[in-house]
């Protein structure tokens, strides 16, 4: 089993900045990609970034593409989604998600990541 731990969520005001960072623990060495998803209320799940086991390929939502960066650290077992310049439609819970088959692509369906963590609550104001 693998567990993920969300943290740096909160409230911010438009325009404004957070890293969210995603701890993984437990049998780690199953994972390859890992990706970030957001659930707004009344809205589905939606992807937000991916980024391979290297960290060599991302993947990006036209919604958040060059406002947020997703990077990892395979020393630490931990995955962060930078977001910048946020806006109040960005206001979601946000999900890392852990994905164990080897694909030479980075997914963004729901339906390749195995692992969820619990989700942190971002929460942007105008």
């Known amino acids: 089993q693998v567990q993920l731990v969300e943290s740096g969520g909160g409230a911010v005001q438009a325009g404004g900045s957070l890293r969210l960072s995603c701890a993984a623990s437990?049998?780690?060495?199953?994972?390859?990609?890992m990706g970030w998803f957001r659930q707004a209320p009344g809205k589905e799940r939606e992807f937000v970034a991916g980024?391979?086991?290297?960290?060599?390929?991302?993947a990006y939502a036209d919604s958040l593409k060059g406002r947020c960066t997703i990077s990892r650290d395979n020393a630490k077992n931990t995955v962060y989604l930078q977001m910048n310049s946020l806006k109040p439609e960005d206001t979601a819970v946000y999900y890392c998600?852990?994905?164990?088959?080897?694909?030479?692509?980075?997914?963004?369906?729901?339906?390749?990541?195995?692992?969820w963590g619990q989700g942190t609550q971002v929460t942007v104001s105008s």
């Open positions: 980024i391979s086991r290297s960290g060599g390929y991302t």
């Open positions: 998600a852990g994905d164990t088959t080897l694909r030479d692509y980075v997914s963004q369906k729901q339906y390749s990541y195995s692992y």
């Open positions: 437990g049998r780690i060495f199953s994972i390859y990609d």
